[in-house]
C-alpha cells in the first residue's frame, strides 16, 4: 500500500493500480494471537496460532503459534482501520459480537 497518493498535473489524486499475485499464497486458521514490540520498537510482531482448548494431563494443552507476522508501526494502524471498518460491516449485517467468551455462555444458557 502506498504511503502517498500521486497527483495527476492539474494536482487531483491519481488512481494508482497495484499488482497483487496470490499465486504463492497460503491460508492458515487462527483462533489466537500475541502482539509485542520487536527489540527495535520500529516493528510489531503478531504471533498467530491454534488454541484447542483440549486438556491434557497435566492442564491444558499448549497453544500451538505457527506464523509471526512482522510489520511497522504504520501498518499496524492501517490494518487496525481495515478491521474496525469490517467488523463494523459484520455487525452491521449479523448483530453485535461478545468477545468475552463468559458473557457468550450466559447470553446462550
Do not use: C, W
Not at 59 to 83: C, D, W, Y
Amino acid at each position: 500500500m502506498a504511503e502517498e497518493t500521486p497527483l495527476t498535473p492539474a494536482g487531483q489524486p491519481q488512481q494508482v493500480q497495484v499488482q497483487v499475485d496470490v499465486s504463492k499464497m497460503a491460508a492458515v486458521y487462527t483462533n489466537f494471537f500475541r502482539l509485542s514490540l520487536s527489540s527495535s520498537t520500529e516493528e510489531i510482531l503478531m504471533d498467530v496460532g491454534l488454541h484447542t482448548g483440549i486438556m491434557i494431563p497435566g492442564g491444558m494443552e499448549p497453544i500451538q503459534l505457527t506464523h509471526r507476522l512482522v510489520m511497522n508501526p504504520f501498518v499496524a494502524k492501517r490494518l487496525i482501520e481495515s478491521l474496525k471498518q469490517i467488523v463494523a460491516r459484520h455487525e452491521q449485517a449479523f448483530g453485535a459480537m461478545e468477545v468475552d467468551p463468559q458473557k457468550r455462555l450466559r447470553k446462550q444458557g
